[in-house]
T-cell receptor, first 117, second 113 residues
């Protein structure tokens, strides 16, 4: 079945540094990937839609200069949290939709826990 | 915009049935989904139902859809402690071809021995 790998699963960084999170579709090509943010005991908030070969589409209120998304290939999208601050600490989850999937099912990565000190 | 609502908590005894409810507002929803999230993990698709169906059963899981009332439910038969998790209802509207989902807040299911 469709598998999405997300890396790293946990990362701790100092305030002011940048952190990159990778999202890979292992056995399928994903022209579109989605990045979500989840606060403790809350639902998923869609941050942006990552499109292969073009600019990401950001949701309202999400700073595109803060959360850089690159989708350079059909199997890899990256989210870079630039100049991270403690308020950026969160659980980030990516997902992808495999082509030919008429039910529009999304496959999710395992998530990345970011802690900014 | 689209809205999906769920009750936040459900507590059941092991062996009983669990019913998690969800309501949505988008009348053009084509597919509705149930995802499960265990602590510190991503989301796992449990099942989904197309909007022209009323019911779908998959082993211990039964999904009921009342399109008129925009109500979706997930029934878990013979609930086990391993079923303890957060369950998310999600929908995708007919006009969205690239898979953008709207999620509910999630229902925390606690199963007591």
């Amino acid at each position: 079945g469709a598998v999405v790998s997300q890396h790293p699963s946990r990362v701790i960084c100092k305030s002011g540094t940048s952190v990159k999170i990778e999202c890979r579709s292992l056995d399928f090509q994903a022209t579109t990937m989605f990045w979500y943010r989840q606060f403790p005991k809350q639902s998923l908030m869609l941050m942006a839609t990552s499109n292969e070969g073009s600019k990401a589409t950001y949701e309202q209120g999400v700073e595109k200069d803060k959360f850089l998304i690159n989708h350079a290939s059909l199997t890899l999208s990256t989210l870079t949290v630039t100049s991270a601050h403690p308020e950026d600490s969160s659980f980030y989850i990516c997902s992808a939709r495999w082509q030919g999937n008429s039910a529009n099912v999304l496959t999710f990565g395992a998530g990345s826990r970011l802690t900014v000190l | 915009g689209e809205d999906v609502e769920q009750s936040l908590f459900l507590s059941v005894r092991e062996g009983d049935s669990s019913v998690i409810n969800c309501t949505y507002t988008d009348s053009s929803s084509t597919y509705l989904y149930w995802y499960k999230q265990e602590p510190g993990a991503g989301l796992q698709l449990l099942t989904y139902i197309f909007s022209n169906m009323d019911m779908k059963q998959d082993q211990r899981l039964t999904v009921l859809l009342n399109k008129k009332d925009k109500h979706l439910s997930l029934r878990i038969a013979d609930t086990q402690t391993g079923d303890s998790a957060i369950y998310f209802c999600a929908e995708i509207s007919g006009g969205t071809s690239y898979g953008k989902l709207t999620f509910g807040q999630g229902t925390i299911l606690t199963v007591h021995p």
